[in-house]
């Protein structure tokens, strides 16, 4: 069983889908465990305030190493074998590879950045990978810690129905069809290809190749 532990401040933004689906049975088949942690519940600060404004001046609001650390070691300890990530726009980009080699983890520690960022410190201090999810910036890390939980759980056994889900272990194609054959919306007709109504397999295997290219 992978666990994935997540800083945020926003928990409730993502709980719901990781909740939902293939990746909320997985939970409750115990092949993955999602657990979050606040950083807010953590900090020293008497009023629970967990950002700040950055040296050197900036736009916006930075969290600040000490909440995020003390919730790190709640999460995962000392735990050497632990994997953690903090996403940011110059890290490596995720891609399957990646997430077919964390699915071996047991622990993996995500923090969820938001505002400008989070200090620099808590990366070094953690010694947490730096991944990109996309050349692009969202409002927080959140989706991206939602993002590669799914991609994750899809390589840990028994959390597909059928291994032939996964897209890289079977011969498949960005079209797929379904009944009916022929559908006609607003007086058009769209029909399904017909090689895929042959049961010709070797035809049918040869056109899925074809659309991947």
């Known amino acids: ?8 401040l926003f928990p409730e933004s993502i709980e719901p889908y990781l909740k939902s689906s293939i990746i909320g049975k997985a939970q409750e088949k115990k092949k993955i465990k999602v657990s979050f942690y606040d950083p807010k519940k953590f900090t020293r600060d008497r009023y629970g305030r967990v ?3 950055p040296y050197g001046g900036g736009p916006g609001m930075v969290l600040e190493p000490d909440g995020m650390l003390r919730a790190a070691h709640k ?19 995720f891609d399957e590879g990646m997430a077919k080699r ?4 047991k622990d993996i520690l995500l923090i969820a950045g938001h505002y400008e960022g989070v ?3 808590v990366q070094k201090i953690l010694k947490a990978k730096k991944i990109s999810m996309g050349p692009y910036v969202l409002t927080g890390g959140e989706l991206p810690a939602a993002t590669l939980i799914d991609a994750i759980a899809r390589f840990v056994p028994g959390t597909l129905g059928k291994a032939e889900s996964l897209e890289r272990s079977r011969v498949s194609s960005p079209e797929v069809y379904t009944r009916p054959e022929v559908l006609v919306w607003k007086g058009k007709k769209y029909r399904v290809p017909k090689v895929l109504l042959t049961g010709h397999h070797a035809k049918i295997e040869a056109w899925k190749i074809r659309k991947r290219t």
């Open 1 to 8: 069983m992978i666990h994935f532990h997540i800083i945020t």
């Open 51 to 53: 950002d700040r404004r």
């Open 75 to 93: 999460a995962v300890g000392s735990r050497r074998k632990a994997e953690v990530i903090f996403f940011s726009t110059d890290g490596r980009q």
């Open 102 to 105: 964390l699915s071996k983890k």
């Open 119 to 121: 200090d620099a410190r």
